[in-house]
């Protein structure tokens, strides 16, 4: 299965790619130089520890080329008054009324503790592609599903946050 990318995913990641190649690993090279320096590599834990992170740097550039070339590119294609990818959501639990916000992300930046839901998840789902005002089933399982009402959109959310926070 590929993971699906937007091209502002695969543009952030290869500025990370930039940044850890031309400055981060000159930085650690040079850690490791040092630590070398200091003797008997068998008692070196500073060599170890650059060692270490000198290649958690190489392994993080690595898995980010690899994620890119593997990556389909997904386009938002919602309307203006749609449900999008990069689009924050203010929603509310039909059942009890509760309400809650979020921004719905590429399969790659799903992170749920910070309300990052993915565009494949059950809720990311149920809202791409709706509007204002609409109400929506999320289903979980075969067994399970709850209604969501859509309070608000704001799009390209990657602003949004201040914008959202006085609900």
């Keep these: 299965m590929f993971n699906q990318l937007t091209k502002k995913d ?13 400055v ?19 008692e070196n834990f500073e060599y170890y520890a650059a060692k270490k992170e000198k ?3 190489e392994s ?59 565009v494949e998840s059950p809720i990311g789902k149920a809202l791409l592609g709706r509007k204002e005002g609409e109400e929506t089933e999320v289903t979980v399982n075969p067994e399970y599903s709850y209604r969501l009402k859509i309070l608000k959109i704001v799009k390209d959310s990657e602003n949004a946050n201040a914008k959202l926070r006085g609900f």
């Design 10 to 22: 695969i543009a952030d990641m290869e500025a990370e790619i930039e940044e850890r190649k031309v």
């Design 24 to 42: 981060i690993r000159p930085k650690l090279l040079e850690a490791v130089k040092e630590a070398r320096a200091h003797g008997d590599l068998s």
């Design 55 to 57: 290649n958690a740097n």
């Design 60 to 118: 993080r550039i690595r898995f980010l080329e690899r994620m890119i070339r593997t990556a389909e590119v997904i386009e938002d294609n919602a309307a203006s008054d749609e449900v999008g990818v990069n689009d924050m959501v203010e929603v509310m639990f039909v059942e009890d009324g509760e309400k809650d916000s979020f921004t719905i992300v590429s399969t790659m930046r799903g992170d749920s503790l910070n309300n990052l839901v993915s």
